[in-house]
Antibody, heavy 119, light 110 residues
Framework: EVQLVESGGDLVKPGGSLRLSCAAS????????MNWVRQIPGVGLEWVGL??????????DYGAPVKGRFIISRDDSKNMLYLQMNSLKTEDTAVYYC??????????WGQGTMVTVSS | QSALTQPPSASGSPGQSVTISCTGT?????????VSWYQQHPGKGPKLIIS???KRPSGVPERFSACKSGNTASLTVSGLQSDDEADYFC??????????FGTGTKVTVL
């Protein structure tokens, strides 16, 4: 069964760091375009960033609100996707989802993991 | 990149149809045929129901249809059922590997 399971969400103080993990099963993250998307309470969905498949060069891109603070990576041997979040701000509070991407659409989503940034 | 504009809410009685609009610009919705729609029930992750403007993934009922004209995309849910009560989001590719989402529409089945 194809599945994504996020973990690592927590309560963290402004300025702190946190690493989210996404465990993939049923396919190889190495062969997929993977995205992180967040859902801000009361606001909506916001695209965080993507990492292309190894075959497409593994290019990584980020949304403007997180560029320079967040880092997307993957471990092919563990079939895992990661989101390293640094210099966290209160406005980063959200549910974070990892997703696969196919033809410009996010076709598979995990259940999400909650990140709360508060003093 | 600004969020795509959706009406906050829409409603219909069982069996009726409801249409949700998603308005962007020529830099996103109007510029690419990569508009997708997602359904989200409370406490769940979003589910893809439409890709590439009007394509239904396997398993999505034909009651869900979508189209695009200019800078506005639309999703129609026909033959409303109680399980269709959910939040619906649109999304569009906006160039340079960037994606933008809609503000979301809460559909209520009366």
């Amino acid at each position: 069964e194809v599945q994504l399971v996020e973990s690592g969400g927590d309560l963290v103080k402004p300025g702190g760091s946190l690493r989210l993990s996404c465990a993939a099963s049923g396919f190889s993250v190495n062969d997929a375009w993977m995205n992180w998307v967040r859902q801000i309470p009361g606001v909506g969905l916001e695209w965080v960033g993507l990492i292309k498949s190894k075959g497409n060069g593994g290019t990584i891109d980020y949304g403007a609100p997180v560029k320079g603070r967040f880092i997307i990576s993957r471990d092919d041997s563990k079939n895992m996707l990661y989101l390293q979040m640094n210099s966290l701000k209160t406005e980063d509070t959200a549910v974070y989802y990892c997703t696969t991407e196919l033809s410009g659409a996010l076709d598979m989503w995990g259940q999400g993991t909650m990140v709360t940034v508060s003093s | 990149q600004s969020a795509l504009t959706q009406p906050p809410s829409a409603s219909g009685s069982p069996g009726q149809s409801v249409t949700i609009s998603c308005t962007g610009t020529s830099s996103d919705v109007g510029g690419y045929n990569y508009v997708s729609w997602y359904q989200q029930h409370p406490g769940k992750g979003p589910k893809l129901i439409i890709s590439e403007v009007s394509k239904r993934p396997s398993g999505v009922p034909e009651r869900f249809s979508a189209c695009k004209s200019g800078n506005t995309a639309s999703l129609t849910v026909s033959g409303l059922q109680s399980d269709d009560e959910a939040d619906y989001f649109c999304s569009s590719y906006a160039g340079n590997n960037i994606y933008v989402f809609g503000t979301g529409t809460k559909v209520t089945v009366l």
